[in-house]
């Protein structure tokens, strides 16, 4: 392949550009090999010619076709090269807003100063357990990679996070473990990923800084070591810290800050705990203030330092270290502020003021001597071999010996703290793994550079070393793999630049001897420099115009730097004095820091400041060799490489799209400079060296069959590529067939995209050279037709106006005779109108004046009779009006008299009393009245109820002998004299029936006036009782008054105290005594109340005792009563007939209702005097108390009392005051209740009253045979509804008794407790069970305490789900559990049956734990539901008698109430459901992706997607390798989980419950990776996507869950196929998008519009304008911040209680479940 075919015309390429670096132009002529000009046509249509130079003949650079435009891995670009890697930054970056892209083993990550909704718990989640090159570049993808590799691999993990400040090293490694927190949580309870997420905020705070280029800079290196368990849990963590940039806590460049402890503390100073501190606004600071600005935007330093607190905290660092950290970052801001002053004008004696407020303040915080302070930091000390000397500082000098002074305690303080965290975050079991998080500085290169960028270089090109020489090995080993035969690549080595600065006379040695020299300089040292390395090295350089600076030629640029400070920074003094001032500081942590391992040394009064805690050892006094700062960075890094070199490293660049900071704005400049520093491009140079493009065989065939011949095809597809290419690549070192794929040499995939849209552009040529000769053939036939057709129909239009042209004439001559004939007429019908209208106006103008005239002769007649009358009518009322004035006046003077009178009258005092007394009287009379009337009411309505009685029975009676008169109608006249005879009969019947009703009427009357005295006494108890309650309200009510203003005074009072006791350390030991007192006291008060709840019990015992004597007496009275009517009835009924036996029946009935009403009242009646008789005795015992104090447990005046102790004392008495609140409106509630009930039923009396009173009137007036039959009527009816109101009375009357005998068995228990402790008090007799008569299986089971385990093994822990047995019933064991748990119902064995429900549970979860599965889940999830259907269904209450038919009734629970363990039951239920879910997810989760997303169900579709592969996807392979997932794979598995959940009987509500969360995680989990796979975001995945849904959606009709909701689940996934199919182009497409994406939010929109990849040539990308207009048209939509569908979403689950038509005693146990130790009744 020649270099004229690749320049050939409309190719792409790219030329240098001074503004832009690189510019895209096409060439517009054929480039020829002798031309030396190439003539191109930039982008804005600008005509070019680009000269060629002759000794290199290098030609511009190939711009990579446009199916690989953006694409996400840079290694899989055709040309690899500088200008290509930087367009495709830049579209991924602009256009798709993409901020990752993979080159080979580096993740390039650019800043995009915006916060993106890219790193929530459900990305995280999306890229867990996911291959890296399956999904979008993502910094989650690399933190991924490690954990897989550590896992799978068992090797250690390190991921390289460099670039240049601000580029986003620190956000990156915060999200890096932030991954790993939420994807290997610890698996303990301590929380240690959260632990080593706190350490973020401490170490930004502590070690980050605002500088020109990054408001959170971090300024300082750090390696994080995060271990990891057996099971790949998080364990612990460690950090180690390298170069601290110390000398900014005392220099701050402008625009820039010093670190964030500084302004966070300055702007919480008002807090009241910082008062100690006594700072101000950070501007009063010198060393804060130095850069002008103190603020950042968006920023809260007070919120910010909140959180380092909480940090601190959750570190494990108390309170007080907290504040003695404070106390010491206080104190260096105090320190830069100390005024240095001298007498002399050369300033060389300096001295520091005594007035110096600062000073002051320094050593008080730290707990120093002041007057030695300000002597040491003015003099300094000079030993000799003799003599020791003490020497006065220049001004100059003694500021530097403070600012050194704050360097070093602020490094000291910060290692101190690192220390402590690596404390809290060390793990006492030994790791198994660590992935190592390297967040360090990239390459710097500055107008000054000095010592610190030297070291950050220097750091760069050994790690640039270990990267190289890693891309390297992983090439090499790719090519093993795949069985290529390779030469070794040559690549850059930059070991001679690194030799230069380590190796022996480097730099840095040259630079550690100087600083041994006792004179030794910086101009000394840069000349020994350039004596050294001038000529010897190649990577070393002096500058022109410079004897005080070098350069060194690094692998990212040469970078001039200035020797001058190297020396101090080297050495990093810090003079002895001040040290040992500091040591013996009385502050703890001060000492700590400065008596700990640091490494000190005498040696000229001068100690070392060691950074890295890994390094610090104690140096001898004398020893002549101290360890520098270069030669400890030197140590540290060789450590950091070694633990590099043991680990499989991860590389993040993180890049800086501009300087200014703003949002996805792109510098080219910048970013190629940081391309070259950064090692990306070095990376594309090694993978440009080898094989960049990979193919695997199956891809290359579906790409490139277009260029196949019918000869090149073969049965093996690798076959058919290899003959393929050897025809169209003629070069065959351009390409190697590996074992998978194969391998192309760099531009070789651009040439055959080249070849392969000439092949498509010439197949487009013929089809529509083909079409449009077929289009012009058609086109002429039409014509023709055309032709003929339109000369036909013209001859027809031509006779049609002939036709017409005649018919006009015709019509025309008819028109005018027609019209001539209606003119005349017309004319005669106007003369005969007009004569006619003539004569009828004279006729009748005469008629109307002889009218008129008649009219007005009539009116005055009229008028005149009606004004007579009315002139009588007025001398008639003025007479009348007359009259009644005089009788009005008459009467109103006689009135007055009388009102004087009876005014007279009033006055006096007896008028009054004949008043009131008349009134009392009327007012007695009436009430008297009133009773009566009630009784008389009464009597009768017990008539009417016994006549009706009667009449009923004669009724039947006569109907019997109707019936026998009509059958036997011959023998009327043989039966009349019986007739009469049965009449007497009658007659006598009658008279004896009015003698029981009087004998009934009057017992009656008896048990009624015992009945009205009940309801008086009840009246009187109910007003003692609210009495009493008002009492106590008003007692409560005083007490919580007095209380309140004890604990306000109280506490006032300990406010003083505490204020005045502050600041006595000494009255602690007397504090403490007090506090023992006051625990004496506190045992005594519990003594106390302990004797009060033994008299509670006394006085619980005595009510009780009480209440059953009373009951006793009760009975007996009320038995005694009962048998005496009894007698009577028993006494008539021998000697009377059958109607008597029924009257006395109804009589006895009667009797027996009300007797139980009279019971009812007198156990009503002795419950009030027991609650009675115990409130007096509670106000008894509280008055006999000493006062509120011992009431309450108070201490008695003269004793201090706490605080706490007062508020736990109120407490208590508004919890007393509460509970009695409580009792009170319950019986308040019960006596309204019982009221209502009492005029309900009297209503009910009046209305029975008036109804029998109308039958009786309505009954007289009919005729006897219609009377007997009306009464037969009303008699039955009366029956029936009595039979119903019975029934009814029954069922409640059993609730009843269930209640009494729960009550009794609770209450027979409580006194046998309280007959142990008193024996005085009688002894309840137990009621026992009345066990039912049990005839046939009544369904239930009875299950012995011994036999409870064997039950739960064979029903539960080992039964088969296999299992013939539970073929037809599934729920068996649920049906069985509840027969087990009513037989213990039925023995009224509560214990028995929590034991046996505790049982089932337990085997329940153990079975789950133990074989944890779908089908296993879903069978226990169907029998637990069932149990709890069960419980509900039987339960006995209103709701579960209608849902029971009248059979399963009888099986109702009788003596428990399992309304909690319902509860229990329904939380174990949801548990299961929730795990049921998670397993069907688990089957699912290996199966979506590949199924919905990658299967190609629509092959025509499917062989126009490949594309070509970078290093990342390295896994295709040929079809059969591995075993993939397909649509299919997913319908079966929904199949299997629809016939498991149907097979086991799981309530089809439930199902579609199931299946509608089913379907949601397939919904998510499929849009979630459509949204991070640029791969299938295309038309064509769209249409497979679209396909594959709606095969799911026929599937739920199929099954009918298509109304489960389950289809509103996949609204989101549907609506993201379409956008991908939809036209993208216009404003009209954008408002269509609009209206149809509402399911989707604006974020992933964006998101699918920003991915959309065409797969060919004659697909558009979606331009940016209309991505623009997009968002604009989504401004007013709801905003979300969640670009991902939420995977752990869980849609609440309802368990509707339908109850089973199956029959208890109708289940049959299948012995094959060994269960004949269960007995049956």
């Given at each position: 392949m020649s270099v004229a075919e690749l320049y050939t015309k409309s190719t792409k390429v790219w030329i240098p550009d001074p503004k832009e670096v690189w510019k895209s132009a096409e060439v517009t002529k054929d480039y020829k090999e002798e031309d030396h000009i190439l003539y191109l046509k930039l982008e804005d249509g600008t005509d070019i010619e680009h000269h060629i130079n002759q000794k290199t003949q290098e030609l511009p650079y190939l711009r990579n076709p446009d199916i690989l435009m953006g694409e996400n891995d840079l290694t899989a670009l055709s040309y690899l090269h500088e200008p290509a890697v930087l367009h495709n930054l830049k579209v991924r970056f602009l256009d798709s807003n993409n901020i990752y892209t993979y080159c080979g083993i580096v993740l390039v990550a650019i800043n995009p100063y915006e916060q993106l909704p890219l790193y929530g718990d459900d990305v995280i989640y999306a890229y867990s357990g996911q291959n890296v090159g399956d999904m979008d570049p993502h910094i989650f993808a690399v933190a991924e990679e490690a954990y897989k590799q550590m896992a799978r691999d068992e090797k250690n993990q390190s991921i390289i996070i460099s670039g240049e400040s601000g580029a986003g090293k620190t956000m990156s490694a915060k999200c890096m473990m932030r991954y790993f927190a939420t994807v290997g949580g610890s698996a303990s309870e301590t929380n240690v990923e959260e632990k080593v997420l706190a350490s973020n905020p401490i170490m930004e705070a502590i070690g980050n800084a605002k500088t020109t280029r990054n408001d959170n800079s971090s300024r300082f290196g750090k390696y994080i070591e995060i271990s990891f368990g057996h099971r790949y849990h998080i364990m612990g963590a460690n950090m180690r810290t390298y170069l601290l940039e110390k000398s900014r806590v005392v220099f701050q460049a402008e625009e820039e800050r010093n670190y964030h402890i500084f302004y966070q503390l300055c702007a919480s100073?008002?807090?009241?705990?910082?008062?100690?501190?006594?700072?101000?606004?950070?501007?009063?600071?010198?060393?804060?203030?130095?850069?002008?600005?103190?603020?950042?935007?968006?920023?809260?330093?007070?919120?910010?330092?909140?959180?380092?607190?909480?940090?601190?905290?959750?570190?494990?660092?108390?309170?007080?270290?907290?504040?003695?950290?404070?106390?010491?970052?206080?104190?260096?801001?105090?320190?830069?502020?100390?005024?240095?002053?001298?007498?002399?004008?050369?300033?060389?004696?300096?001295?520091?003021?005594?007035?110096d407020k600062h000073l002051d303040l320094f050593c008080k915080l730290l707990g120093l001597e002041r007057n030695q302070l300000a002597h040491w930091l003015?003099?300094?000390?000079?030993?000799?071999?003799?003599?020791?000397?003490?020497?006065?500082?220049?001004?100059?000098?003694?500021?530097?010996?403070?600012?050194?002074?704050?360097?070093?305690?602020?490094?000291?303080?910060?290692?101190?703290?690192?220390?402590?965290?690596?404390?809290?975050?060390?793990?006492?079991?030994?790791?198994?793994?660590?992935?190592?998080?390297?967040?360090?500085?990239?390459?710097?290169?500055?107008?000054?550079?000095?010592?610190?960028?030297?070291?950050?270089?220097?750091?760069?090109?050994?790690?640039?070393?270990?990267?190289?020489?890693h891309v390297f090995k992983l090439e090499q080993e790719e090519y093993l793999i795949e069985g290529?035969?390779?030469?070794?690549?040559?690549?850059?080595?930059?070991?001679?630049?690194?030799?230069?600065?380590?190796?022996?006379?480097?730099?840095?040695?040259?630079?550690?001897?100087?600083?041994?020299?006792?004179?030794?300089?910086?101009?000394?040292?840069?000349?020994?420099?350039?004596?050294?390395?001038?000529?010897?090295?190649?990577?070393?350089?002096?500058?022109?115009?410079?004897?005080?600076?070098?350069?060194?030629?690094?692998?990212?640029?040469?970078?001039?730097?200035?020797?001058?400070?190297?020396?101090?920074?080297?050495?990093?003094?810090?003079?002895?004095?001040?040290?040992?001032?500091?040591?013996?500081?009385?502050?703890?942590?001060?000492?700590?820091?400065?008596?700990?391992?640091?490494?000190?040394?005498?040696?000229?009064?001068?100690?070392?400041?060691?950074?890295?805690?890994?390094?610090?050892?104690?140096?001898?006094?004398?020893?002549?060799?101290?360890?520098t700062v270069g030669y400890q960075f030197r140590a540290s890094l060789h450590l950091l490489m070694e633990a590099l070199n043991s680990t499989t490293p991860h590389y993040v660049r993180c890049l800086k799209p501009n300087d200014t900071k703003q949002p996805f704005t792109f510098n080219p400049k910048r970013m190629v400079q940081q391309l070259r520093a950064c090692g990306v491009l070095e990376t594309i140079r090694l993978s440009a060296a080898g094989y960049p493009s990979r193919w695997t065989y199956v891809d290359f065939f579906s790409r490139y069959r277009v260029l196949m011949r019918k000869n090149d095809i073969h049965v093996n597809k690798k076959q058919t590529c290899k003959n393929v290419l050897e025809n169209l690549i003629q070069e065959e070192n351009k390409y190697q067939f590996g074992d998978t794929k194969i391998f192309f040499c760099a531009g070789q995939v651009a040439y055959l995209e080249k070849l392969r849209a000439n092949q498509l552009r010439a197949a487009c040529i013929m089809v529509q050279k083909m079409m449009r000769g077929w289009l012009q053939r058609k086109k002429y036939q039409q014509i023709c037709k055309a032709v003929i057709i339109i000369q036909r129909y013209t001859r027809r239009f031509l006779a049609k106006q002939l036709v017409e042209h005649l018919r006009q004439t015709r019509a025309a001559i008819i028109l005018q005779k027609q019209y001539r004939m209606l003119a005349v007429r017309r004319l005669y019908t106007l003369i005969r109108t007009a004569a006619i209208t003539i004569q009828a106006c004279a006729k009748g103008m005469a008629t109307r004046r002889m009218y008129r005239k008649m009219v007005q002769e009539k009116k005055a007649t009229i008028l005149q009779k009606y004004v007579r009358g009315w002139l009588a009518f007025l001398r008639y009322q003025r007479i009348r009006h007359a009259v009644i004035h005089l009788q009005c006046c008459y009467r109103r003077m006689m009135a007055h008299r009388q009102l004087k009178k009876l005014k007279f009258e009033a006055r006096s005092v007896e008028h009054y009393k004949k008043l009131n007394k008349g009134m009392e009287n009327k007012i007695l009379q009436l009430q008297c009245k009133v009773n009566d009337q009630n009784k008389e009411n009464k009597i009768l309505v017990e008539q009417v109820t016994t006549l009706t009685a009667s009449q009923k029975n004669e009724v039947e009676k006569l109907k019997n002998e109707i019936e026998r008169c009509r059958v036997e109608e011959t023998k009327v006249l043989n039966l009349q004299q019986q007739i009469t005879k049965l009449q007497e009969e009658l007659e006598r019947a009658r008279t004896q029936r009015r003698d029981a009703e009087v004998r009934a009427s009057r017992d009656l009357t008896q048990w009624k006036q015992c009945l009205a005295v009940f309801e008086k006494e009840k009246i009187e108890l109910s007003d003692k009782k609210e009495a009493f309650n008002k009492y106590i309200l008003e007692q409560s009510t005083i007490i919580e008054e007095q209380i309140a203003l004890k604990v306000a005074s109280k506490?006032?009072?300990?406010?003083?105290?505490?204020?005045?006791?502050?600041?006595?350390?000494?009255?602690?030991?007397?504090?403490?005594?007090?506090?023992?007192?006051?625990?004496?006291?506190?045992?005594?008060?519990?003594?106390?109340?302990?004797?009060?709840?033994?008299?509670?019990?006394?006085?619980?015992?005595?009510?009780?005792?009480?209440?059953?004597?009373?009951?006793?007496?009760?009975?007996?009275?009320?038995?005694?009563?009962?048998?005496?009517?009894?007698?009577?009835?028993?006494?008539?009924?021998?000697?009377?007939?059958?109607?008597?036996?029924?009257?006395?029946?109804?009589?006895?009935?009667?009797?027996?209702?009300?007797?139980?009403?009279?019971?009812?009242?007198?156990?009503?009646?002795?419950?009030?005097?027991?609650?009675?008789?115990?409130?007096?005795?509670e106000i008894d015992a509280m008055k006999n108390k000493a006062g509120m104090a011992d009431l309450f447990g108070l201490p008695k005046v003269g004793n201090k009392m706490s605080e706490e102790d007062l508020r736990c004392a109120y407490d208590a008495v508004r919890v007393a005051n509460k509970l009695l609140m409580d009792q009170l409106n319950e019986q308040k509630a019960r006596h309204v209740k019982e009221i209502e009930a009492f005029q309900i039923e009297a209503r009910n009396f009046k209305e029975k009253l008036n109804e029998q009173q109308q039958y009786f009137a309505q009954a007289l007036q009919l005729p006897s045979g219609a009377q007997m039959e009306v009464g037969l009527q009303q008699e039955i009816a009366r029956l029936i509804n009595e039979n119903l109101d019975l029934m009814e009375q029954i069922e409640k009357q059993d609730k009843t008794v269930h209640k009494l005998k729960t009550q009794l068995k609770s209450m027979t228990e409580s006194e046998k407790l309280k007959y142990v402790v008193e024996s005085k008090v009688c002894e309840l007799p137990n009621i026992p069970a009345i066990p039912w008569k049990s005839q046939d299986f009544q369904g239930m089971l009875e299950c012995r305490k011994e036999d409870e385990a064997h039950l739960i093994r064979n029903l539960i822990t080992d039964l088969n789900l296999q299992s013939d047995a539970l073929s037809a019933l599934p729920t068996l064991p649920a049906f069985i559990l509840f027969m087990c748990i009513r037989h213990a119902d039925y023995a009224n064995d509560e214990q028995r049956a929590h034991s046996l429900f505790t049982a089932v549970l337990g085997g329940?979860?153990?079975?789950?734990?133990?074989?944890?599965?779908?089908?296993?889940?879903?069978?226990?999830?169907?029998?637990?539901?069932?149990?709890?259907?069960?419980?509900?269904?039987?339960?006995?209450?209103e709701n579960s008698v209608e849902m029971n038919t009248p059979e399963q009734r009888k099986h109702v629970l009788r003596n428990f109430d399992l309304s909690q363990h319902c509860l229990i039951l329904s939380d174990l239920a949801i548990q299961l459901y929730h795990q049921l879910i998670k397993a069907a997810e688990e089957k699912l989760q290996q199966m979506i992706v590949s199924g919905m997303l990658e299967n190609d169900t629509i092959q025509s579709i499917s062989s126009m997607t490949a594309r070509p592969t970078g290093y990342r996807k390295k896994t295709g392979s040929l079809p059969g390798d591995n075993a993939t997932y397909t649509l299919d794979s997913i319908l079966h598995q929904?199949?299997?989980?629809?016939?498991?959940?149907?097979?086991?009987?799981?309530?089809?509500?439930?199902?579609?419950?199931?299946?509608?969360?089913?379907?949601?995680?397939?919904?998510?989990?499929?849009?979630?990776?459509?949204?991070?796979?640029?791969?299938?975001?295309?038309?064509?995945?769209?249409?497979?996507?679209?396909?594959?849904?709606?095969?799911?959606?026929?599937?739920?009709?199929?099954?009918?869950?298509?109304?489960?909701?389950?289809?509103?689940?996949?609204?989101?996934?549907?609506?993201?196929?379409?956008?991908?199919?939809?036209?993208?182009?216009?404003?009209?497409?954008?408002?269509?998008?609009?209206?149809?994406?509402?399911?989707?939010?604006?974020?992933?929109?964006?998101?699918?519009?920003?991915?959309?990849?065409?797969?060919?040539?004659?697909?558009?990308?979606?331009?940016?304008?209309?991505?623009?207009?997009?968002?604009?048209?989504?401004?007013?939509?709801?905003?979300?911040?969640?670009?991902?569908?939420?995977?752990?979403h869980v849609f609440a689950v309802n368990f509707p209680i339908i109850p089973s038509p199956v029959r208890l005693d109708k289940i049959k146990i299948p012995e094959i479940l060994n269960l004949d130790f269960l007995n049956r009744f």
């Open positions: 100073a008002n807090l009241s705990e910082f008062s100690e501190l006594e700072l101000g606004s950070a501007e009063n600071y010198y060393y804060v203030n130095q850069g002008g600005d103190i603020y950042i935007d968006e920023r809260d330093d007070v919120a910010d330092l909140e959180r380092t607190r909480n940090a601190f905290s959750m570190l494990g660092i108390c309170e007080s270290y907290q504040m003695e950290i404070f106390q010491i970052l206080a104190s260096v801001l105090h320190l830069g502020n100390i005024n240095i002053q001298s007498n002399e004008r050369d300033g060389e004696n300096s001295f520091i003021s005594s007035n003015c003099h300094r000390k000079l030993v000799t071999l003799n003599e020791t000397y003490i020497k006065s500082m220049t001004i100059k000098q003694a500021t530097r010996s403070s600012d050194a002074l704050a360097k070093h305690i602020y490094e000291q303080l910060f290692n101190w703290i690192v220390n402590q965290i690596n404390k809290a975050l060390r793990s006492s079991s030994k790791q198994h793994a660590f992935i190592g998080v390297l967040d360090i500085y990239g390459f710097e290169t500055f107008e000054n550079n000095s010592f610190e960028q030297f070291c950050i270089n220097y750091a760069n090109e050994k790690l640039q070393q270990q990267f190289n020489l290529l035969s390779w030469t070794l690549i040559d690549y850059h080595d930059n070991q001679p630049c690194i030799d230069v600065i380590e190796a022996k006379l480097g730099v840095l040695d040259l630079l550690d001897e100087e600083c041994r020299i006792l004179n030794g300089t910086d101009e000394k040292w840069a000349q020994k420099l350039y004596d050294r390395h001038e000529h010897a090295s190649y990577h070393f350089r002096k500058p022109r115009m410079s004897n005080s600076a070098f350069i060194i030629l690094h692998f990212a640029d040469d970078v001039l730097y200035q020797c001058e400070g190297f020396l101090e920074k080297n050495r990093d003094t810090v003079y002895e004095e001040p040290i040992n001032i500091l040591k013996a500081s009385k502050s703890e942590l001060i000492t700590e820091l400065f008596h700990g391992k640091e490494a000190v040394s005498a040696g000229r009064g001068q100690i070392s400041n060691v950074t890295l805690k890994s390094l610090r050892k104690t140096l001898p006094a004398t020893s002549e060799h101290k360890k506490s006032h009072q300990f406010q003083v105290e505490f204020e005045e006791e502050r600041f006595h350390y000494q009255n602690l030991v007397k504090e403490f005594s007090r506090l023992e007192q006051r625990y004496e006291n506190l045992k005594d008060e519990m003594t106390y109340i302990k004797v009060n709840e033994m008299r509670g019990v006394d006085t619980a015992e005595t009510c009780s005792t009480i209440k059953f004597q009373e009951l006793e007496n009760e009975n007996q009275k009320q038995k005694n009563e009962i048998d005496q009517p009894r007698e009577v009835v028993g006494d008539t009924a021998t000697n009377d007939t059958r109607e008597q036996n029924d009257a006395t029946y109804n009589l006895l009935s009667q009797l027996k209702a009300a007797t139980e009403e009279a019971e009812i009242l007198k156990e009503q009646q002795i419950w009030l005097k027991s609650q009675l008789l115990g409130a007096r005795k329940i979860k153990k079975v789950l734990k133990k074989k944890y599965d779908f089908e296993m889940v879903a069978f226990w999830l169907s029998n637990t539901y069932r149990l709890l259907v069960c419980i509900r269904q039987y339960s006995g209450d929904l199949n299997s989980f629809h016939n498991i959940i149907s097979k086991h009987g799981l309530h089809p509500e439930i199902i579609k419950q199931v299946y509608r969360q089913i379907y949601y995680i397939i919904a998510a989990v499929t849009l979630n990776n459509l949204l991070l796979r640029r791969d299938v975001c295309s038309f064509s995945n769209g249409v497979q996507i679209r396909n594959n849904v709606s095969h799911l959606i026929e599937w739920l009709r199929g099954k009918n869950l298509h109304q489960s909701g389950a289809l509103e689940t996949l609204e989101p996934l549907i609506q993201a196929t379409l956008l991908l199919q939809l036209n993208k182009m216009t404003d009209a497409d954008a408002e269509a998008i609009c209206a149809m994406c509402t399911a989707l939010s604006k974020p992933q929109i964006v998101k699918i519009l920003t991915l959309y990849t065409p797969i060919n040539e004659f697909e558009e990308r979606v331009p940016v304008a209309f991505i623009k207009n997009i968002r604009n048209l989504l401004a007013n939509r709801s905003p979300s911040r969640h670009l991902l569908m939420e995977l752990k």
